[in-house]
């Protein structure tokens, strides 16, 4: 069963690649013959990813004609069409029909020693120093040790330095969307904004390519998150929506250092992350922190 569900946000939320208010996700329930179920959620947000829902719908309705028993579904449907965003539903809908076989978590299937909780980040998408400021103090005084501030969005470096100014004990971390065209000037917009103390970039430029350019001269430590390129980046961003559960443990296979994060998806998709950073044990914070889930100083608790 296919059902299109709204999911509004407090804030526009402004980011290299647009800005964005609400958002379409579609969710999936697979029920099987042996009176099991389970549910999941496709999140395309063509602005950033390409992908249009109509086309990750026509996908799932093209998955709802297969017949095939659970063990086998996912493959059944990557055969029949081969497109991420709509496996992740899927995906996601199996590994909650597991967790409710088993009655347990999906962390704890993914590890039984998995974390109760998880550190996440706050998202700043002030355009303006003042209202970055502001939402910095706020952030530390929720008890987050983390930020994240969008960049390549103007006055990048007024902006994040008065995010240092108001939380000065915070760790920083920035978010280009791969808003730089040219490793040149990735690397002159970092350098000016390295001074105030940076703990990563996130996909500063799109590429594989360009971005190991990047990161030889970079002394902040650089992250992919659209490019997915972990032999070119200090640390890799992963996405459930981008292929489900599944396919996020296998990428972390990939990579030394990993966090996950969300593009403002829906409530099982941000939950789904969450027990995936959980069951991995990632001591990194996730941009988790963006609706959907219940943040406690800086935590989402899971136990």
Avoid at 56 to 76: F, Q
Avoid at 171 to 187: S, V
Avoid at 248 to 257: C, R
Wanted: proline residues 5%; negative net charge; charged residues 25%.
């Amino acid at each position: 069963m296919l059902t299109v569900r709204t999911v509004k946000h407090r804030v526009r939320i402004d980011a290299a690649w647009g800005s964005l208010r609400e958002r379409e996700i579609l969710h999936v329930r697979l029920d099987f013959e042996d009176g099991t179920y389970g549910e999941g959620e496709a999140a395309p947000l063509e602005p950033y990813d390409g992908v249009p829902t109509a086309v990750v719908r026509a996908a799932l309705d093209a998955y709802a004609e297969i017949d095939a028993p659970p063990d086998e579904l996912l493959a059944a449907c990557r055969q029949e069409r081969d497109l991420p965003h709509a496996l992740a539903a899927i995906d996601l809908a199996l590994w909650d029909r597991r967790a409710r076989l088993h009655d347990t978590t999906i962390a704890k299937l993914i590890n039984p020693d998995a974390l109760d909780a998880i550190r996440v980040n706050a998202t700043i998408g002030a355009e303006d120093r003042a209202g970055a400021a502001e939402a910095a103090a706020r952030a530390a005084d929720e008890g987050f040790t983390c930020v994240k501030v969008k960049v390549g969005i103007g006055d990048d470096a007024g902006r994040v330095s008065a995010v240092r100014a108001a939380a000065p004990d915070t760790l920083i971390r920035i978010d280009a969307n791969g808003a730089w065209t040219t490793p040149r000037e990735a690397l002159a917009n970092l350098r000016a904004l390295e001074p105030i103390g940076i703990e990563l970039c996130e996909e500063p430029i799109h590429g594989a390519d360009e971005l190991a350019e990047v990161r030889a001269e970079s002394l902040i430590p650089i992250a992919c998150d659209e490019t997915f390129a972990p032999e070119a980046v200090d640390v890799v961003c992963l996405k459930v929506a981008r292929g489900g559960i599944t396919a996020v443990l296998e990428a972390a296979q990939l990579a030394d250092d990993v966090y996950l994060a969300s593009s403002y998806d829906g409530p099982l998709g941000m939950r789904a992350a969450a027990h995936v950073a959980a069951g991995l044990k990632l001591t990194r914070h996730c941009g988790l922190a963006t609706g959907g889930l219940s943040v406690r100083e800086g935590l989402i608790l899971l136990s």
